[in-house]
């Protein structure tokens, strides 16, 4: 389940227009979420949300922030993180070696330094509530 809903990021993106796909932007970002703070500890509810008011609001706008970067790089699968180059004209794509140090970071920047603010990164075991 997404920690934001559409009307949600319909909001946080006002005034621009909501991709027609943000549903899936969404639930693509909360993933990216639970990925990044694998071993934090918090209350939830039976949907697997936060309990918390104010941690519920720091993932709603941290989903909200990456399914906006998902939209911006226009490559929701991640399929083109490693590639250096590429021309359409005789559709020659050149792909680097290694996505470490080079290529378009999976994870917002917004995101990552959100979470630090308020102190969700690194991850050290904390109970909410």
Not at 33 to 52: C, M, S
Request: charge should be negative; hydrophobic fraction near 45%.
């Amino acid at each position: 389940m997404a920690y934001a809903t559409v009307e949600e990021f319909t909001e946080f993106l006002d005034p621009d227009p909501v991709p027609t796909n943000a549903a899936r932007l969404l639930e693509r970002a909360s993933t990216k979420l639970d990925q990044l703070l694998i071993g934090a500890v918090y209350k939830t509810d039976d949907d697997g949300l936060p309990l918390d008011p104010a941690l519920a609001e720091v993932f709603r706008e941290a989903v909200c922030i990456q399914a906006q970067y998902i939209a911006s790089l226009g490559d929701e699968t991640g399929a083109m993180a490693n590639v250096s180059q590429m021309s359409l004209g005789n559709q020659q794509i050149v792909r680097a070696i290694s996505v470490v140090g080079s290529g378009t970071p999976r994870v917002s920047p917004d995101l990552v330094a959100l979470l630090r603010v308020k102190g969700l990164l690194p991850i050290r075991p904390r109970i909410w509530g």
